[in-house]
């Protein structure tokens, strides 16, 4: 399996387990005393499925064969994996802590997409759009955390206290 091939493997599984995560995330606190979330979570799973649209179309036009198979190893390790189950149970700001740590290990998943030497230029421009765009929406969830848990403190767009 060339470079490409793992790495567009590797961040459309993250993609699809953020969009899974983010619709979930979004049922969740639909009915709350939050239910404004539920719209910007909305917003980032249909940007997941987007991207994971986009790089599947990438790897078809490469002749890369991205099948849904997996390790199990991978699967245990896949950040989204454990967001699903905690947000079954939990009110808006539990949401809101168990989509920050899914969008963590998206960034980190980009991250070392980026890092790797192989990876090819086209498919390097792509994943450095999208993971603005990933680093961006995390950056947004932890601010609407920090300020849900403390609503009465400003916070930059990074989710810093102001």
């Known amino acids: 399996m060339s470079t490409d091939e793992q790495i567009t493997k590797d961040l459309i599984q993250t993609l699809e387990d ?8 979004a049922e969740r606190v639909a009915d709350s005393d939050r239910p404004e979330l539920a719209v910007t979570f909305r917003e980032f799973a249909a940007q997941r499925e987007k991207f994971a649209t986009e790089l599947k179309s990438l790897a078809a036009q490469y002749g890369d064969q991205i099948d849904k198979s997996g390790t199990v190893a991978g699967a245990m390790h896949r950040g989204w994996m454990a967001v699903k189950d905690a947000v079954n149970g939990s009110g808006p700001d539990g949401v809101l802590d168990a989509a ?45 955390r920090n300020a849900l848990a403390c609503p009465d403190a400003a916070f930059t767009s990074a989710g810093v206290a102001a």
Request: aromatic share 6%; proline share 0%; glycine share 8%.
């Open 18 to 25: 953020g969009k899974e995560g983010f619709t979930k995330a």
């Open 100 to 144: 920050e740590q899914g969008e963590d290990h998206a960034v980190a998943e980009y991250e070392k997409a980026l890092e790797d030497r192989e990876i090819s230029d086209g498919l390097r421009s792509v994943v450095q759009r999208q993971y603005l765009a990933v680093k961006a929406a995390h950056d947004t969830v932890r601010a609407l």
